[in-house]
Structure formats: C-alpha cells, structure tokens
C-alpha cells in the first residue's frame, strides 16, 4: 500500500511539468507546420515566377 502512495504523490507533483511540456510541444508542432505551410507559399511563388522567364 505505501508504494501506491507513493506512486500516487510521484504523478500529482510532476502533473504540472507535464503540462508546461504538453504546451511546449503544442508550440513547437505549430511553428513547424507555419514554417512548412509559408515555405510552400513562397515557393510556389517562385516556381510560378520562373516558369515565365
């Protein structure tokens, strides 16, 4: 029964470091695909570009 107790308090204190990871990850994943969708965006423009000359 100790270790339970134990096991228990072990999750209640690192739930708020799980949660400052899970919004770190949550930024990070976003600023990888704005990075992708806006280097798409611009070169397509450039492809569009030299497919005139």
């Not at 990888?32 to 611009?42: E, H, K, M, N, W």
């Amino acid at each position: 029964m100790r270790q339970a107790l134990t096991f228990l308090a072990t999750i209640q204190i690192d739930r708020d470091d799980m949660k400052t990871l899970a919004v770190i990850s949550i930024l990070a994943l976003l600023t990888v695909s704005g990075a992708a969708y806006t280097d798409r965006l611009f070169m397509g423009d450039q492809q569009t570009t030299r497919g005139a000359d």
